[in-house]
C-alpha cells in the first residue's frame, strides 16, 4: 500500500467512527427517546401543580397517549399539559393513559395540542 491509500483509509474510519457515534446517541437513547436531539442529559423541568387536592378538580378527561416509552416521556407530557392554566395531569406510564383534571370544563383539542407539542400523539378510539 502506498501513502496516499494508508491516508484515505484512516480518513474513512474516522469518517466511520463518527458516523457510529452518531447513530448510537440517536437510536441509543441518548438524544432522547425518539432521537430528538435535544440535550436530554437533563430532565425536563417539572411544571408544578400548586393545587394538588383532586376534589378542586371536577372535570375529568382520560385519553391514551402514544410514543411514551420512559419517564422522560411521561415528564414531558405531564408538564405540556400542566403548563395549561387550571389543569393537572398524572400518567400512567404502563397503561399509556393520561389523565387531566381540570378546575373549568376541559378542551380536548387544547390537551391533545400540548402533547404533540410534547412530541407524543393521542390514539383515537373508534367509536
Given at each position: 500500500?502506498?501513502?496516499q491509500t494508508v491516508v484515505l483509509l484512516i480518513v474513512v474510519l474516522v469518517?466511520?467512527?463518527?458516523?457510529?457515534?452518531?447513530?448510537?446517541?440517536?437510536?441509543?437513547?441518548k438524544a432522547g427517546c425518539h432521537g430528538s436531539g435535544s440535550n436530554s442529559?437533563?430532565?425536563?423541568?417539572?411544571?408544578?401543580?400548586?393545587?394538588?387536592?383532586?376534589?378542586?378538580?371536577?372535570?375529568?378527561?382520560?385519553?391514551?397517549?402514544g410514543g411514551m416509552t420512559c419517564d422522560r416521556c411521561k415528564a414531558a407530557?405531564?408538564?405540556?399539559?400542566?403548563?395549561?392554566?387550571?389543569?393537572?395531569?398524572?400518567?400512567?406510564?404502563?397503561?399509556?393513559?393520561?389523565?387531566?383534571?381540570?378546575?373549568?370544563?376541559?378542551?380536548?383539542?387544547?390537551?391533545?395540542?400540548?402533547?404533540?407539542?410534547?412530541?407524543?400523539?393521542?390514539?383515537?378510539?373508534?367509536?
Open positions: 500500500m502506498n501513502a469518517l466511520f467512527a463518527f458516523a457510529l457515534r452518531r447513530a448510537r446517541d440517536v437510536f441509543g437513547g442529559s437533563k430532565a425536563p423541568k417539572p411544571v408544578v401543580v400548586a393545587d394538588t387536592d383532586e376534589s378542586h378538580y371536577p372535570y375529568r378527561l382520560e385519553l391514551v397517549v407530557v405531564e408538564n405540556s399539559v400542566n403548563s395549561i392554566p387550571g389543569m393537572w395531569a398524572r400518567v400512567d406510564l404502563g397503561e399509556r393513559r393520561i389523565m387531566v383534571l381540570g378546575k373549568s370544563p376541559i378542551e380536548q383539542a387544547a390537551v391533545e395540542d400540548a402533547v404533540e407539542a410534547a412530541g407524543y400523539y393521542v390514539v383515537r378510539q373508534p367509536e
